[in-house]
């Protein structure tokens, strides 16, 4: 099997982090209902989501970084963007807020893609939003109670955005069987 394929099949594989990042999400700070349970749901999921990326990308991403901008990047964007819809559930508010957080999440983690390997990493920041949103908008669709004000979108969703971004992640940082997680100009960052 090329090392592209197992690449993808192993990033795809990585949708799992989500469901884990959503449970300590919420054991942190409990439905996303205002403010305070938005940002700090919003790190706690992000981070984790983050390391599962990191550790699913085939030692493409760095951990620290890759995990710390996650974190900081679905923090952030998750307060803004349930915010911005008022905390609703329904379908166009969901992926209005995916929108919104891939926003924040996409320019967080295009800035943490490795220096000098990332081919166009700003492709990276103009897709997470629509990824981000189409995560919710399947995991709407499947019938999963978002209700409950998660922090992330549920298995579903997860599946879809990580075969999406697996391939998108392919074309900006090719897997090769040498495929190094940081350039000697990272090492010191």
Not at 22 to 30: D, V
Not at 43 to 58: D, E, F, K, R
Not at 118 to 129: E, S, T
Request: glycine share 14%; aromatic share 8%.
């Amino acid at each position: 099997m090329r090392p592209a394929r197992r690449a993808w099949i192993r990033w795809t594989a990585g949708f799992l982090a989500f469901p884990i990042a959503g449970l300590a999400g919420r054991a942190a700070a409990g439905p996303v209902d205002d403010a305070t349970s938005a940002l700090v749901g919003g790190v706690v999921t992000g981070a984790v989501i983050g390391a599962g990326q990191a550790l699913a990308s085939s030692g493409r991403l760095r951990w620290p970084r890759w995990s710390a901008a996650t974190a900081a990047g679905a923090g952030l964007g998750l307060l803004l963007g349930s915010t911005l819809v008022g905390h609703r559930t329904d379908l166009a508010s969901l992926a209005l807020m995916g929108a919104v957080e891939g926003v924040l999440l996409g320019a967080a983690q295009a800035w943490a893609l490795p220096r000098g390997a990332a081919r166009r990493p700003w492709l990276w920041a103009v897709a997470m939003p629509a990824l981000w949103a189409a995560g919710w908008t399947v995991t709407t669709l499947a019938g999963v109670g978002v209700d409950a004000r998660f922090t992330v979108f549920g298995a579903t969703g997860a599946l879809t955005f990580s075969a999406l971004s697996g391939v998108l992640l392919d074309g900006i940082l090719p897997a090769t069987a040498t495929t190094p997680a940081t350039t000697p100009s990272e090492v010191d960052a």
